[in-house]
């Protein structure tokens, strides 16, 4: 398997706190490696430095074999890696087509506007938001506006896509229509990194997990392998209900 | 927005069925051509102003409506095409239509420039450091002897024997004036249909998100700054040759940039024909309250007034009122 994306080093500090520690590891194609890590652990970080939001204080990105770190996040987006944010960031007085059409615009294909709108349509229908298109983005459930989140970036085509938290917040239902979802995109061949707290579902979906604390690597491996590490039960503060958990999802 | 997928093709098919289209053309032929009939000096000045105020209100409306970003001295783009073209024509001997084009050529690329050093500001502070491009250019332009300093430029009366004479020279100016109109809001209609008003309206809405999404925020801004500069800067060119004199307070009167803020406001910043009817609208009130003898001088005060109503109580001005109303109004007025 030949690595889609490197890290190697990053560092980050804000003030005295250093939000991402000396981070590295790795992503081959075609994978889904799931994110873990208590709040404030630099996951959210992570995926700013990665998607050129922040500028590292030291370390190096690379992308396909190119180093990105430090680019703007407009070139990143067009080298063919999307995201999604935690916090919803809605083009709010836009159409969700027309949302999902700056998503395929300016991404790694960087279409014209005539085939934008035919890929837009196609990520609105994976997502399952194609029978509100011409709805404007404000007025989208917060269920919605993950979905056009997630249908944004997919519209860019792009080569790997960074999910942060996109089950959070949603009903059960709600998250095991998005798991489908997720699922569906990688069967299309997109490399997938995601943070999430919702244990089962990443557990599941991921091929191997990184557990970040206090913005270092505390583990690396299996899903099985992460949940059964004990420095991983401890981070999460011994909590036993979730520690039981960590073993049920594995 | 199409409703049918069926009609959601490739945008650029569709111009000649948006009836928005047709409605500029129609519109630009109606200025020009309402004045000529009976011969009417007088409907033709107020058109004339009205035009001058379409075309700085549509082409601020780029920035403000689509960007979202406010320019507080859009206005500089008027007067420094207006003293380029006057100067061109009386210390180099220009033809009009070339040193209009020239100050609208020069004032656009020093818009780029200026564009990308104050487009990395953002809300009010981008807004102050409009005011202060205005300030910073009228203070050179006082001390600029070549331009006559503070005591301006007089055109030579002899500059209009070309055009066939003082009254062939004003119909010329009107058709000009009505023209750069014209291609102004064509200019807001092809944009808002491009790849790159979409990039624009991303960015006003969220520009953090657009930069995400890939859209070039930097250079579409600047681009979007530069290219909202040089049809103001053409009209400022004909607009000063008509008035044979051009002096800073008139050229750099921050009073006009508010009031085509106001413009943009009351029409509906964003769409593209908001900012023409907000601007037809608020010409007519001007001048109802310049004859009126209560209100002489009265109209920023109530520029003001309105754009405090506006921001309050209707923040989409009348076309976002109309699409409130009448929802489908939305595709045939955009």
Redesign the interface.
Known sequence: MTALLELDGLTKSFGGVRAVDGLSFTLAEGEILGLIGPNGAGKSTLFNLI?G?FAPDAGRVMFRGIDITGE???RV??SGL??T?QIV???????V??NC???A???RE?L???A??DAA?EAAVLVGLDDRL?VPASQLTIAGKKRLELA?ALA?RPALLLLDEVLAGLNPAEVDYMIGVIRRIRERGITILMIEHLMQAIMSLSDRIVVLNSGQKLAEGLPAEVANNPAVIEAYLGDPSLAAELHGGS | ?P?G?AA?????AGVLRRPTFWLIGLATAAFALAPLVGDDVQLRESLLLASVYITLASNLNLMLGYAGYINFGSIVFFGLGGYICVWLMNAHGWPLAAAALAGGVCVSGLALLFGLGILRLRGAFFALSTIGVNEAIKAFVQNFDPWGGSSGLYLSTTLFQPLGGPMRALWIIYFLLVATMGVSLYLSFFVK???FG??L??IG??E???????????RYKALAYSASAFLPAVAGGLYFFKSAFIQPADAFDLSLSTEAIVIVMLGGQGTIIGPALGAYLYEELRGWLLVSETFSNFQLVIAGALLLVIVLFAPGGLMGWLYGRWPRLRRVLE
């Open positions: 998607n939001v703007a996040p407009y987006a067009r999307a995201r944010h960031q809605p083009l709010a007085d836009m159409t087509l027309e059409t700056v998503g615009c300016f991404g960087s014209a506007l005539g934008a709108r349509l011409a944004r860019a | 927005m409703q997928p959601r093709g490739d945008p650029r249909s491009s790849k979409l990039g309206l991303a809405q969220n953090d998100a657009a930069a995400v999404l890939g859209v070039p925020t930097p």
